[in-house]
């Protein structure tokens, strides 16, 4: 049972959501388990979808964690808003955010629900309609220097702005443990990487819908999933263009002014 009284978790979920519309900071009280981290999360989502975003899919932070030992910190997931959503080549007000970071990635689209648990790497295949590259930004809300685990989650995993790429490719014949990504900013080279990196790009997903799952929660038809950062983060500030190209899924873009 968490020491928290869901009042206070509210209250957590409230000066996030303060912090994400007006780009300030929020604090946490100490001591957040990882129950009460999505507990938080989960009142931040709602207050979003109350004031008319759609949730249009999830995110999984720490994807090279999937298949470690229980100690592990990591992985995490949290949840893409609409509002996150940025155009290919769109742009973004790099003063509006914290600390923020962007990743490429392999993005999988469902054609058909999953719900855990008991969901495996062949269910994932059989219910994904494609994938397509993506670029996520990731920033804080968090007034904290070295925020734990639990606070992040609680943060919506850092989640701040997605951008999708190319056309939905299907799965047929495509292993995306072999599908490369080069990863540039400002038209140089800065990472390269592959499915491989987090593992298995469908297990991720796996693991997502029994984790989510065990929270009630189930990955519906027409979900965007980023399975995780391929060739690591990269400081993002005013004037970076970063574009994402993967192997026969094509390209994504993002600009910061």
Known sequence: MSPFAAAELDAVADALLAA???????RVPGGLDLEAGYAIQRALVERHLAAGESAIGWKIGMASAVGRTADSPGPIYGRLLSGMLLDDDGTLERAALHGPHAE???????ERPLRGPGVTVADVLAAAAG???????FATRLDAD????????ADNSSSAHVALGGRLT???GVDLRLTGLVFSRNASIAATGAGGQVGDPAAQVAWLANAAGARGDELRAGDVILTGALGGAHPAEAGDVFTAEVDRLGSVSVRLA
């Not at 490429?104 to 469902?110: D, F, R």
């Not at 070295?146 to 989650?153: I, K, R």
């Open 146 to 153: 070295a925020p734990e685990v639990a606070d992040m989650v």
């Open 104 to 110: 490429g990635e392999i993005a999988i689209v469902l």
């Open 20 to 26: 994400q519309r007006d780009g300030g900071r929020a």
């Open 170 to 172: 299907p799965l047929d």
């Open 131 to 137: 994938v397509r590259p993506a670029i996520e930004v």
